[in-house]
Nanobody
Framework: QVQLVESGGGLVQAGGSLRLSCAAS????????MAWFRQAPGKEREFVAA????????VYPDSVKGRFTISRPNAGNTVYLQMSSLKPEDTARYYC????????????????WGLGTQVTVSS
C-alpha cells in the first residue's frame, strides 16, 4: 500500500504562484509514476502533470504546459507541483496519485490517491 498526503493549497490572486506537495509513504518502492489531477465543482477530474518516479520524465497537458512544473527533488518521497501564472480557471481540488506501472495521463492507471488540497485563484 502507498499512502499519499497533499498539502500547500490555498487562496491566491490571479497571476500568482503556489507550490503543492505530495508526501508518499508505505511501499514507495512500488511506485512507477506520480501525477497530479484536479477537479473543479461540476466538472470531471482532469490530468495536470505526471512524473516517472525513477527517471524523472514528465508529462503535461497543453492547458498547464509552461506554467506548472512537477518535480521530485533528490529522489525523495515528496513530489511537488509548482504552479505559476495562475488563472481563475485553475481553481479546483488538486489530487496526488501514484501508479505502479505506467506514466500516463489516464487516471484509471493510478491506483493510489490522496484526499486532495483546495486551490482557489481569485480574479
Amino acid at each position: 500500500q502507498v499512502q499519499l498526503v497533499e498539502s500547500g493549497g490555498g487562496l491566491v490572486q490571479a497571476g500568482g504562484s503556489l507550490r503543492l506537495s505530495c508526501a508518499a509513504s508505505g511501499r514507495t518502492s512500488s511506485i512507477y509514476a506520480m501525477a497530479w489531477f484536479r477537479q473543479a465543482p461540476g466538472k470531471e477530474r482532469e490530468f495536470v502533470a505526471a512524473i516517472a518516479w525513477s527517471v524523472g520524465r514528465t508529462v503535461y497537458p497543453d492547458s498547464v504546459k509552461g506554467r506548472f512544473t512537477i518535480s521530485r527533488p533528490n529522489a525523495g518521497n515528496t513530489v511537488y507541483l509548482q504552479m505559476s501564472s495562475l488563472k481563475p480557471e485553475d481553481t479546483a481540488r488538486y489530487y496526488c496519485a501514484a501508479s505502479t506501472g505506467l506514466l500516463t495521463s489516464s487516471q484509471t492507471a493510478y491506483r493510489y490517491w490522496g484526499l486532495g488540497t483546495q486551490v482557489t485563484v481569485s480574479s
